[in-house]
């Protein structure tokens, strides 16, 4: 069963604008929520994260938006550039459990 | 500091050989996570350790596949006999043992059972 889901496979944005990914997940248990980054041939990367307490998370240009409402979260890079070209994965887990699960990831590419 | 390290990074063998995944964590890392990707099921759970004792292996697909943690420095996971139905990318990941914290993955290892 499918607990989190990335309902767009792909985005393609032009450099300097905003790319916008978005997660939904169906375990109300859920309270930790966390954005990978993956290139070709490397592990996932950690990205940003995001606890239930909060509703937006901030670094550089990357920002994080939950919902708990709809259980919807959402991940703003601004602006997009060449190297943010790569799979975004989605990850969803509950602080008294370490398991997290991933959605199948959207891949994004930043045309110049 | 020394990432995850996953070896070997690329794995081609036949049907029915024994094959062996190894991963060192992130020193001071108490978790340890088996992944594997596909492109039909994504990236999938398949087991993971706390201080070398295993937690959860729902994931784990057939008896064919075990894994072990002997000491925290050192996980295998070990599919015997392989099939090419295994193929795919096995990811290691390691993490604190602290609520909220996130999963560092290794750079996987590529799996090809011919």
């Known amino acids: 069963d499918q607990q989190v889901k990335q309902n767009s496979p792909s985005l393609s944005v032009q450099e300097g604008r905003i790319s916008i990914l978005n997660c939904d997940y169906t375990?109300?248990?859920?309270?930790?929520f966390l954005w990978y980054k993956k290139y070709p041939a490397e592990g996932p990367t950690f990205l940003i994260s995001?606890?239930?307490?909060?509703d937006k998370n901030e670094d550089g240009r990357f920002t994080v938006f939950l919902n708990k409402s709809a259980k919807h979260l959402s991940l703003h890079i601004v602006p997009s550039q060449p190297g943010d070209s790569a799979v975004y994965f989605c990850?969803?887990?509950?602080?008294?459990?370490?398991?997290?699960?991933f959605g199948a990831g959207t891949t994004v590419t930043v045309r110049a | 500091d020394a990432g995850v390290i996953q070896s070997p990074r690329h794995e081609v063998t036949e049907m029915g050989q024994e094959v062996t995944l190894r991963c060192k964590p992130i020193?001071?890392?108490?978790?340890l996570f088996w992944y594997r990707q596909t492109m039909m099921r994504g990236l999938e759970l398949l087991i993971y350790?706390?201080?070398?004792?295993?937690?959860?292996d729902s994931g784990m697909p057939e008896d064919r596949f075990s894994a072990k943690m002997p000491n925290a420095s050192f996980s295998t996971l070990k599919i015997q006999p392989s099939e090419p139905r295994d193929s795919a990318v096995y990811f290691c990941?390691?993490?604190?043992?602290?609520?909220?914290?996130?999963?560092?993955f290794g750079d996987g290892t590529r799996l090809s059972i011919l």
């Open positions: 995001i606890s239930s307490i909060k």
């Open positions: 990850a969803a887990g509950g602080s008294n459990d370490y398991k997290l699960s």
């Open positions: 375990n109300s248990m859920f309270d930790y």
């Open positions: 990941a390691s993490s604190l043992r602290i609520s909220n914290q996130p999963q560092h």
């Open positions: 350790f706390n201080n070398n004792v295993p937690i959860d």
């Open positions: 020193s001071g890392h108490d978790y």
